[in-house]
C-alpha cells in the first residue's frame, strides 16, 4: 500500500516507538513566543538542564505587543515583563530572537514562512494551535502546549501517536469574490467545529494547486478550528518558488539537494485515508459566520439556522447561547447589519497579498463614517512591502489605520480590543466569547469581504462592490 | 509530577458543547510567567458580571453551592482552540483532578495529561446519564482498571487511555524524564541523517 505525504514524513522522524505507547518524534524547527515558552524556560532552570538544540529554535514577539509606538517601552506592565523574560531568556540559551524592534520581527506564523525557516518536508511545533500554517510546505506542523515546549528544549523531540488521516479534495475553480478564506470556512462550516478532531488532514485537488502559497497558509492555519492536529498540501513549482531565495533557504548545491527531496513529498496514488471528502470549488460563495465557534458559519446570502432545523436538543442549546451572545436571531440574513468595526490582520490573514486584495477593493474610495477599519499586517516585512507598494496611501485615503506587526486583535492581549456588544467583521480565526474582548461579538470573513463591511458599514455580499 | 489513581468525587456539571480554551481562561489572563494561581480566573467571563469578583453570576454552576467536587463534567469538543496550556493549570488549580465529556480537543487532552489531570472520554448516552444524576451523587474513576462508575445507579463504562499515558499517570512520571533518558539514540539519530 502507498503512503501518504503525511506518512512520508511522520516515517522519516521517528526516532523510536515505544511498545504500546507513542512515538517518539523529532522535530527540525521549534517557534516560540512570549506566552507560552516563559514557564517552560522555568521548568528547564529547575531541572538545571541547558536547551538541546538551541539553534533549532526562532523567538518573537507577537502575542502580547502594541501595534502603536513599538519603539517606546511597553506601557502595560505584564505584557512588558513577559516581554523582557522572552528576551532574558533567549539571551541566556543561545536563541535567535526577533523581538519587537527587530526588522524581522512579526507574528510567528507569518515570518517563519517569510523568512524561509519554514521548508518542505520538516516537522515544526509551536506553543500556539495554529502552527498548523506551516502545513502549506507540506510539513507536520501543529500546536503544542508549554508542557511539550520544555520536553521540545530538553530533547528536540515529542512523544506523539501517529493521527488518523483525512483528505479533503477541491476540485473545480472558485466564483469571483471568492477566496481562500471562503474555502476553508467553507469546509469548517460543513464538517463543525469538532469534525476532524484526531485526524490530520492533507488538503488537494485542483483547486488547491492553483492556490499561491499565502492562500495555502490561510488554509492549513484554520486546521485547528475543525479540531484537526494539523493540515498540509503537497509541496510543487509554487512552494519551491517560494521558499528559494529566502534568508534561510538552502542555496547552491544543497537548493538542488533538497529540492529532488522535496520533489518526492506527494501522497502515493494507492494510498488510503481514514476519511475523504470532495468537495466542488464553483459550490463556495463569501462566507461569515454567525456564532461563537468557527463552524457556525454560511454563504453571506444564507440565513442563520432556524431553531427547528435542528433535531438534536444540545445543537438547540448551543444555537440559543451562541445567539443570546451574538445578539442575532435565528433564521435571519446578515446582509445589511451594520457593524463597527473591521479588523484585518492575524496568523490568517495578514500577509502582502491579503493586504493587496483589500487596496484592490478600496483603492479611491472612503471607510463607512460609523466603522473604524485596522489593519494589522504580519510583520515587519509585510509592512514594509505595502508601503514600497504605496498599499498605506491607499489605506489611509481610505481613512483605515495601519498599525505595527503583531496578534493584535485577533486575541485582545494588547490594547487593541473590540467594546462589549459592538460587531466587528474579522479576518481572524476565531468567533469565540470574548476573544476579541470581553463582550465582542466577532463575525469571522475574508479580507475581501471585511474590506466590503469596511466601505459600506454593513454586512455586504462583495460580489455586488465588483465591476 | 503526581501520581493520580483513582479520584471518589462529587462533580460539577457543565452540559455546554464545544467548550473553548478561551472560555476556561480568557487571554488578557496569559501574562504571567509562572504557573500558579489562574485557578481563580476559571471560568472567568462565565462566572462574573463585568469582570467583577463583587458580582458573581448566579447561574453559573460554580457560583452555586450545591455543586462541588473533583470532577467536571462538560458537553462534547471540550478544550477546542488555542493550545494554551494555561487552561489546564487553571482546572487543576481550581481543584479539578478529572474532566468528563463525549469527546476532547487533541491538543487540551494532551496538556491535561501532561498535569496530571485526567480526560475521560464517554459515550453520549453515559454523559447524559451523569447530567441527570443529582448534586450529591458521586462518581468513581479507577485509573488502573480505567472505569468510571456513577456511584448511585452502578452505570459504569471503559474509557480509553494510552498505555504509556496510563503508566505515567499512575506512577506520576512525565514525558521529560524519558526523553532526557534517551538522549543519546536522539544524538544518534541526529548524526544518522546528516
Excluded at chain 1, 163 to 168: F, G
Excluded at chain 1, 376 to 399: K, W
Aim: a negative charge; hydrophobic letters at 40%; charged letters at 20%.
Amino acid at each position: 500500500m502507498g503512503l501518504t505525504l503525511f506518512d512520508k514524513i511522520w516515517n522519516e522522524h521517528v526516532v523510536q516507538e515505544i511498545p504500546d505507547g507513542p512515538s517518539v518524534l523529532y522535530i527540525d524547527r521549534h517557534l516560540i513566543h512570549e506566552v507560552t515558552s516563559p514557564q517552560a524556560f522555568r521548568g528547564m532552570e529547575k531541572r538545571g538542564l541547558p536547551i538541546f538544540r538551541p539553534q533549532q529554535i526562532v523567538a518573537t514577539a507577537d502575542h502580547n505587543v502594541p501595534t502603536l509606538n513599538q519603539h517606546l517601552p511597553i506601557r502595560d506592565e505584564l505584557s512588558r515583563m513577559q516581554v523582557q523574560e522572552l528576551i532574558k531568556n533567549c539571551a541566556n540559551h543561545g536563541i535567535e530572537l526577533y523581538g519587537l524592534g527587530h526588522p524581522n520581527q512579526g507574528i510567528v506564523h507569518v515570518i517563519g514562512p517569510e523568512l524561509g525557516v519554514t521548508q518542505p518536508g520538516m516537522t515544526i511545533v509551536c506553543g500556539d494551535s495554529h502552527t498548523s500554517t506551516h502545513g502549506a510546505f507540506g510539513t507536520i506542523a501543529f500546536g503544542i502546549g508549554t508542557s511539550e515546549v520544555e520536553m521540545v528544549f530538553a530533547s528536540q523531540c515529542l512523544l506523539q501517536t501517529k493521527p488518523r488521516q483525512m483528505r479533503i479534495n477541491i476540485e473545480g475553480e472558485l466564483m469571483p469574490g471568492v477566496v481562500a478564506k471562503d474555502i476553508i470556512l467553507y469546509i469548517i462550516a460543513k464538517i463543525s467545529a469538532g469534525g476532524a478532531t484526531g485526524y490530520f488532514v492533507e488538503y488537494a485537488g485542483s483547486a488547491i494547486r492553483n492556490l499561491s502559497m499565502e492562500a495555502r497558509m490561510t488554509i492549513c492555519n484554520m486546521s485547528i478550528e475543525m479540531g484537526a492536529r494539523g493540515g498540509l498540501i503537497a509541496p510543487d513549482a509554487t512552494t519551491f518558488q517560494y521558499v528559494k531565495g529566502r534568508p534561510f533557504a538552502p542555496a547552491g548545491d544543497a537548493w538542488e539537494q533538497q529540492q529532488s527531496k522535496w520533489k518526492e513529498l506527494y501522497t502515493d496514488q494507492d494510498a488510503v485515508f481514514d476519511l475523504e471528502l470532495k468537495i466542488q470549488a464553483e459550490h463556495i460563495e463569501p462566507m461569515i459566520t454567525y456564532g461563537t465557534n468557527p463552524g457556525m458559519g454560511m454563504s453571506i446570502t444564507q440565513s442563520i439556522p432556524s431553531l427547528e432545523s435542528l433535531t438534536n436538543e444540545a445543537e438547540k442549546n448551543n444555537l440559543k447561547k451562541s445567539l443570546t451572545y451574538m445578539g442575532l436571531q435565528a433564521g435571519q440574513s446578515l446582509l445589511g447589519m451594520p457593524v463597527q468595526h473591521v479588523f484585518i490582520g492575524s496568523c490568517t490573514n495578514s500577509r502582502i497579498e491579503d493586504l493587496r486584495l483589500v487596496a484592490s477593493l478600496v483603492k479611491g474610495k472612503k471607510k463607512h463614517a460609523d466603522v473604524q477599519v485596522l489593519i494589522v499586517p504580519g510583520s515587519q516585512e509585510v509592512a514594509r512591502q505595502a508601503r514600497q507598494e504605496g498599499l498605506d496611501i491607499i489605506f489611509s485615503d481610505a481613512g483605515f489605520e495601519l498599525r505595527q506587526a503583531g496578534c493584535s486583535a485577533c486575541l485582545g492581549m494588547n490594547e487593541d480590543k473590540v467594546p462589549a456588544g459592538e460587531y466587528c467583521i474579522s479576518t481572524s480565526n476565531r468567533n469565540f466569547e470574548g476573544r476579541q474582548g470581553a463582550g465582542a461579538r466577532t463575525m469571522l470573513a475574508s479580507p475581501l469581504t471585511a474590506a466590503a463591511a469596511a466601505l459600506t458599514g454593513k454586512v455586504t455580499d462583495v460580489r455586488s462592490l465588483l465591476s | 509530577m503526581e501520581s493520580l489513581k483513582e479520584i471518589r468525587s462529587r462533580f460539577v456539571p457543565l452540559p455546554v458543547e464545544n467548550i473553548d480554551t478561551d472560555q476556561i481562561i480568557p487571554a488578557r489572563f496569559l501574562k504571567a510567567t509562572t504557573r500558579d494561581g489562574f485557578g481563580k480566573n476559571l471560568f472567568r467571563d462565565w462566572r462574573y458580571m463585568n469582570n467583577d469578583e463583587q458580582q458573581p453570576i448566579q447561574s453559573f454552576i460554580l457560583n452555586q453551592q450545591h455543586h462541588g467536587g473533583e470532577i467536571l463534567v462538560a458537553g462534547k469538543n471540550f478544550g477546542c482552540g488555542s493550545s494554551r496550556e494555561h487552561a489546564a493549570w487553571a482546572l487543576k488549580d481550581y481543584g479539578f483532578k478529572a474532566v468528563v465529556s463525549s469527546f476532547f480537543a487533541d491538543i487540551f487532552k494532551n496538556n491535561a495529561l501532561n498535569n496530571g489531570v485526567l480526560p475521560v472520554k464517554v459515550s453520549d448516552a453515559f454523559l447524559a446519564g451523569i447530567f441527570s444524576l443529582d448534586a450529591d451523587d458521586q462518581l468513581h474513576i479507577d485509573v488502573a482498571a480505567q472505569t468510571i462508575t456513577q456511584v448511585s445507579t452502578g452505570a459504569q463504562e471503559i474509557f480509553d487511555i494510552n498505555p504509556y499515558k496510563k503508566t505515567c499517570l499512575l506512577n506520576g512520571y512525565d514525558d521529560i524524564d524519558y526523553l532526557i533518558s534517551i538522549r543519546p539514540a536522539i544524538e544518534q539519530f541526529e548524526a544518522s541523517r546528516i
